[in-house]
């Protein structure tokens, strides 16, 4: 049998779930405890070149970070990862950026991993050869393994072991629809070219990642990654609790990480719910990039039925790398357009009722308070996307920029008997055919940023109730009233995207009087509440 060595990348690819921000406390905890386990390697965060407010420092480690955390007495070895992606994206001197990971005088780093696509292993050379200058370990990362025929990866392997800079060869199963088979042919391959160590990332989409990570170690990978509570990306990983077990007889000894991972690991996954799941396993099926599926399992504006058409149609296009602006999606404006509609006047001095579709539209009494208000103040009426809490004779518009529903509602919309407003390119790009009324505006997303044009709008996220508020300032609106915009309990990040919002229209066009009819957690006035009183 092999030699094994596990790596524990907890605060590595865990982050993912809460944006490397790790408490400093549990860090330590975290940290005495895996080294009583005997865990051999800890990778210990990534170093991204790009900053990111929201980003921990387990996303930007360097020694110096690192010292706060480690002492004499560890045993294991500390790796940290790089995305290839990076030196190949940014432009900057790659060289300067190596060196301010490292202190000569106080060196920590033992490992350094690139983890790489196939498509971009060719540039990886010279800044793996920069790596064994600083006399670490250097380990490539090959992901999305499953996507590589065989005469490639070998050719691969052949192409890595001529640049005699790579010590380890590591291959992920980033999409976490390998089985057993799989593995066992890719490590009889990879054993076969690579005479040096390597080593196995599994991913749990399909709830397989432990059968295949042993089933790795079988067929000669001597390196295992695996993670507390199977903490990392979309379904997460193999637990390092069951290799601990599992490779007990290598004197690992998962009793030393009960604490943590009953503990403060146990609290994060009741909190961000990872694991395998359905979802992921449909998603596995096409290599659908894993971040997808975990930003629309914790978007609480789709159903389970919506996810899977959202799913379905991730399938049809390239979605082997995550691109959050397929689900918040900026668009170029283009004013040559004849057919984009003239949204200025087209209320003017009109109240405007916007509908959502909050759970307070179910509630009798509210729906009361809506139809009185709408007997007294006999306003325009717009839904934000295809409401069905609210009968369509009484609506006027629909509104929608939101591209995942625009997918999930396409369908529908050739039922509805009410204009829909919304940017047509975003049909076009979909390749939907119109077979229903558009008024056709357009829109761009700048962070921070809301302005209202009569042709278009610019807002701050792809939300459609900013795009709802731009068309009735620009149309000239008396006032803007709302009715099922509730909120998200737990600080959920819609509030903070809404409130922006309310934020951005209240300071750049302060004569906009927006309230709502309904209860509602964002900053907004309460018109029924006030009147009331």
Request: hydrophobic letters at 35%; glycine letters at 6%.
């Amino acid at each position: 049998m092999n030699t094994i060595k596990l790596l524990d990348c907890t605060l590595r690819d865990g982050g993912y779930y809460n944006n490397w921000n790790f408490q400093d406390t549990q860090v330590a905890n975290y940290l005495k405890q895996i080294n009583q386990s005997n865990i051999d390697v800890v990778e210990i965060g990534f170093h991204f070149f790009e900053k990111n407010y929201k980003f921990g420092e387990f996303a930007y480690i360097s020694e110096k970070k690192i010292q706060k955390y480690i002492n004499n007495k560890i045993k294991f070895k500390i790796a940290i990862m790089f995305n290839g992606s990076d030196f190949i994206e940014k432009k900057f001197n790659f060289k300067k950026k190596i060196q301010s990971v490292f202190n000569n005088n106080t060196r920590k780093i033992s490992i350094v991993r690139i983890a790489v696509k196939y498509k971009d292993l060719l540039k990886m050379k010279k800044y793996l050869s920069e790596f064994k200058k600083k006399g670490v370990k250097t380990c490539l990362n090959l992901m999305q393994i499953n996507t590589i025929k065989k005469e490639d990866l070998i050719n691969c392997i052949k192409l890595i072991k001529s640049w005699n800079n790579v010590d380890i060869f590591y291959f992920a199963d980033s999409f976490g629809n390998l089985n057993p088979k799989h593995v066992k042919n890719l490590c009889i391959t990879i054993k076969k070219y690579w005479k040096k160590e390597f080593g196995f990332h599994s991913h749990n989409n399909c709830g397989l990642a432990f059968k295949n990570a042993t089933e790795a170690y079988k067929h000669g990978a001597t390196w295992i990654d695996g993670t507390i509570r199977g903490m990392g990306r979309g379904a997460g990983n193999v637990s390092t609790e069951s290799l601990l077990k599992y490779f007990n007889k290598y004197n690992y000894l998962s009793s030393k990480i009960r604490n943590i991972s009953e503990g403060y690991f146990d609290d994060l996954k009741k909190k961000y719910k990872w694991g395998p799941s359905k979802y992921y396993k449909y998603a596995a099926k096409f290599d659908i990039h894993p971040s997808f599926i975990q930003e629309l399992t914790k978007d609480k504006r789709y159903n389970k039925k919506e996810i899977n058409k959202l799913i379905l149609n991730l399938s049809k296009v390239n979605a082997k790398s995550y691109d959050p602006k397929f689900l918040n999606k900026p668009s170029i404006i283009k004013n040559k357009n004849k057919l984009i509609w003239n949204s200025s006047s087209w209320c003017q001095s009109r109240d405007i009722l916007i509908l959502g579709q909050g759970p307070s539209l179910k509630d009798k009494k509210n729906i009361k308070i809506v139809e009185k208000f709408i007997l007294l103040k006999k306003p325009l009426i717009l839904s934000i996307n295809i409401n069905k809490l609210i009968p369509e004779k009484l609506i006027d518009y629909y509104v929608t920029c939101n591209e995942p529903r625009i997918i999930v509602d396409h369908q529908n919309y050739s039922k509805l008997d009410k204009p829909i407003i919304l940017p047509e390119k975003i049909l076009k790009s979909l390749g939907f055919k119109k077979t229903y009324k558009v008024l056709n505006y357009d829109f761009e997303i700048k962070y921070n940023e809301f302005r209202c044009y009569k042709n278009y709008t610019i807002i701050p996220n792809n939300i459609s109730f900013g795009y709802a508020i731009s068309i009735s300032i620009i149309g000239g609106a008396n006032k803007i009233f709302l009715a099922g915009f509730d909120g998200f309990e737990g600080g959920y990040k819609l509030n903070y995207e809404m409130n922006k919002i309310f934020h951005l229209s209240k300071k750049n066009y302060p004569k906009a009087k927006i309230m709502t009819l309904t209860k509602s957690k964002y900053d907004v006035k309460n018109h029924f509440v006030s009147e009331k009183k």
